[in-house]
Nanobody
């Protein structure tokens, strides 16, 4: 599976961006999808995730109420709508795909995911 993330850019605090992650290759499998981010000098952290069916979503506390993850399986694409952006949201955002994810706690862990995209940079200015 190949993942291509896009939609990053420069935005002012309070603004919005929508990230997209398009999957290609072996997309017939049922993959959970996640977004992680990594700011300069910091470890990669969980942002949001969604089950294969889209019926379950998971968010980091820092983005709850501001970010929304969704997916369109017909298009093999997952989205991250980011509203009310803050300077601390500045990071490289990575999408990831994981097969056979059965437990809720698993969505939060990078090790759950088998495939990773190249990342897209989001910069929020104050």
């Amino acid at each position: 599976v190949q993942l291509q993330a896009s939609g990053g850019g420069l935005v002012q605090a309070g603004g919005s961006l929508r990230l997209s992650c398009a999957a290609s290759g072996r997309t017939s499998s049922r993959y959970a999808m996640g977004w992680f981010r990594q700011a300069p000098g910091k470890e990669r952290e969980f942002v949001a995730a969604i089950s294969w069916s889209g019926s379950s979503t998971y968010y980091a506390d820092s983005v709850k109420g501001r970010f929304t993850i969704s997916r369109d399986n017909a298009k093999n694409t997952v989205y991250l709508q980011m509203n009310s952006l803050k300077p601390e949201d500045t990071a490289v955002y990575y999408c990831a795909a994981g097969a056979d994810v059965y437990y809720s706690n698993s969505y939060y862990t990078p090790m759950t995911y088998d495939y990773w995209g190249q990342g897209t940079l989001v910069t929020v200015s104050s």
